[in-house]
């Protein structure tokens, strides 16, 4: 694999908060293109590591690498101009409170860009819009959605600026099992649209098998084992086989085709 086709490379990463060790020599690739989701037990890093990957928390050591340059070491400028280039939905969705969602959505168009409002405003209605939310749920203020509308208003955000690439930190938590389909079916929808990498935190076993073209098991401070589900379904590691004693997701597994498997003539 060429170096152009890793959108994210963590080399020996080491996180540590005192006398506490969260990783210890992480490795990570995350290929251009693919739906990737880190999974593993409470405790074992995942959210942290998805801090580190979009430049919000620094790792005690080692290199973290995206779209193929060092981000360890950049000015102020050079890593907005990095963000720029995604988007992240939040696990409770983090809109602003006293802000209409459609404000909340178009917000990274005004901070980042030079349109006029009512064009902001059309294209935050579009997007809202493409995440399967009623026209009026934009004039709405986040705390009058439910749980799975709100999801689909944070993602329709992390849209806004068309990102190369997507981190969606549990999109399904707190959810019933209907909304928890739905978005499953949004976020498969969305790559198919936008063609984004994707990395997703999340212990939802239907989205593991449903949504996932490799899923990256941490635990014991380091990466498990990284494979696609139906691979790791037969894994001998405890950590990694206890994903496996819950079957919900087995009736409706979506067996999706890897990143390129269309242009080989699989798709």
Not at 35 to 56: N, Q, T, Y
Not at 126 to 145: Q, S
Not at 172 to 198: K, Q
Request: hydrophobic share 45%; charged share 20%.
């Amino acid at each position: 694999m060429n170096d152009g086709d890793l959108v994210i490379e963590l080399q020996q990463i080491c996180t540590r908060f005192g006398s506490h060790t969260v990783h210890e020599g992480l490795d990570l690739a995350v290929r251009r293109g693919e739906i990737l989701v880190l999974a593993g037990g409470s405790g074992s890093g995942k959210s942290v590591l998805l801090r580190e990957m979009i430049l919000l928390q620094r790792p005690s050591s080692g290199r973290v690498r995206l779209f193929g340059g060092d981000a360890t070491a950049l000015d102020a400028g050079a890593m907005l101009a990095l963000r720029k280039r995604w988007g992240v939905m939040f696990q409770r969705g983090g809109l602003f409170s006293s802000l209409s969602v459609r404000r909340n959505v178009g917000l990274p168009l005004r901070e980042h860009s030079t349109l006029d409002d009512a064009l902001i405003d059309e294209i935050a209605e579009w997007k809202l819009a493409l995440t399967g939310l009623p026209p009026d749920a934009g004039l709405k203020l986040p705390g009058e959605l439910s749980g799975g509308m709100l999801k689909r208003a944070a993602l329709a955000r992390a849209i806004a600026l068309d990102p190369e690439l997507l981190f969606l930190d549990e999109p399904t938590s707190g959810l019933d099992p209907a909304s928890a389909a739905g978005v499953n079916e949004l976020i498969l929808r969305t790559h198919a649209l936008y063609g984004p990498t994707m990395v997703i935190v999340s212990h939802d076993v239907d989205l593991l098998w449903q949504v996932s073209d490799r899923v990256a098991v941490l635990g014991e401070g380091r990466v498990l084992a990284l494979d696609t589900m139906a691979a790791l379904a037969g894994h001998d590691h405890p950590i990694v086989s206890a994903y496996f004693t819950d079957r919900r997701g087995g009736a409706g597994r979506r067996h999706r085709p890897p990143p390129g498997a269309a242009e080989a003539g699989h798709g």
